[in-house]
C-alpha cells in the first residue's frame, strides 16, 4: 500500500513543479478528496449510501471539491487546487490530470432512469481550468481539453479540444512550440500538428454530411408537395 502511495505521490510530483516533497502533495486538496473518496466509494458499493454520501458531504466541506461515491476512478488521478464536480456516473482511468473549476456533468435523462449520464474520461487526459464535459460522451486517450472549453460530444484519441461548443483546433507547429512542453504534460510526449489537421476535417465533413441529408430531406418534402398540389388541382 505505502509503495503504491509513493508511487502516486511521485506521479504529482512529475506533473507539478511546485511540491519539494512528498510530504507537501499529501497536503493537496485533490490527494485529501481521492484518498476519501476511496473510502466512500467502498461503502457506496457495499449500499451504504448515507454513510457514503456523508463522507462526500465532509470531504467536499474541506477540499472544495465534490466527488460522488458512485464515480469511478482509475490510478494516478491529479486534481491541481480544487474546485471540482465529478458526478455519478463518471468514469476516468490512469493518469488524468484535471485543474481547477472542471466540471464533469450529468444530462437529465428524459425517461426518469438515471442510467449512464456523465463523461467517460480515458488514460491520459488533460482537462483545462474552467472546462465542462457534460453528459455521457467519451473524452478519447491523450486527449487535451481547453481552458472554459464545453464538451458535448465524444472526443477522438490524442485531440486538442476548445471553445464553447469544443471542436478539435489546429495550432501551427513554430520552433516555439516544438520546445514548448504544456504544464502536466510527459516530456516524451510528441505534438503531431498533421493528426490536429485530419481531425478537424473529418469534423467539417460530418457537418457538411447532416446539411446535405437536411437539404435533400427538404428537397424531397418539397417534391411530394408539388406532386400532391398537383393533383389537387386536377
Known amino acids: 500500500m505505502f509503495r503504491e502511495l509513493g508511487a502516486y505521490l511521485d506521479s504529482i510530483k512529475a506533473r507539478d513543479p511546485a511540491p519539494r516533497s512528498r510530504w507537501e502533495v499529501l497536503l493537496y ?6 484518498g476519501l473518496h476511496r473510502f466512500a466509494h467502498w461503502l ?24 460522488h461515491p458512485g ?10 487546487h480544487g474546485f471540482t464536480v465529478i458526478g455519478e456516473t463518471v468514469e476516468i482511468g490512469d493518469n488524468v490530470t484535471i485543474y481547477q473549476c472542471v466540471t464533469l456533468g450529468g444530462t437529465n435523462p428524459t425517461n426518469g432512469v438515471g ?15 474552467g472546462a465542462q464535459v457534460l453528459g455521457p ?8 481539453v ?23 483546433t489546429l495550432v501551427e507547429a513554430t ?18 500538428p498533421s493528426t490536429q489537421k485530419l481531425e478537424i476535417l473529418q469534423c467539417e465533413m460530418e457537418q457538411l454530411q447532416k446539411r446535405m441529408a437536411a437539404f435533400a430531406k427538404e428537397r424531397d418534402e418539397g417534391t411530394e408537395d408539388n406532386i400532391a398540389e398537383g393533383r389537387d388541382r386536377a
Do not use: W
Request: aromatic share 12%; net charge neutral.
Open 29 to 34: 486538496p485533490g490527494v485529501l478528496a481521492l
Open 44 to 67: 457506496f458499493k457495499g449500499e451504504l449510501y448515507f454513510c457514503a454520501r456523508f463522507i462526500n458531504h465532509f470531504s467536499r466541506f474541506f477540499t472544495a471539491i465534490d466527488i
Open 71 to 80: 464515480a469511478k476512478i482509475g490510478r494516478h488521478l491529479f486534481i491541481d
Open 115 to 129: 442510467g449512464k449520464r456523465h463523461p467517460t474520461i480515458e488514460d491520459d487526459v488533460i482537462l483545462g481550468s
Open 137 to 144: 460522451v467519451t473524452v478519447g486517450k491523450r486527449s487535451r
Open 146 to 168: 481547453g481552458a472554459n472549453a464545453v464538451v458535448t460530444q465524444d472526443v477522438p484519441e490524442g485531440a486538442t479540444m476548445v471553445g464553447v461548443r469544443a471542436r478539435p
Open 175 to 192: 520552433e516555439y512550440q516544438k520546445d514548448f512542453v504544456p504544464y502536466g504534460t510527459p516530456c516524451s510526449e510528441v505534438f503531431d
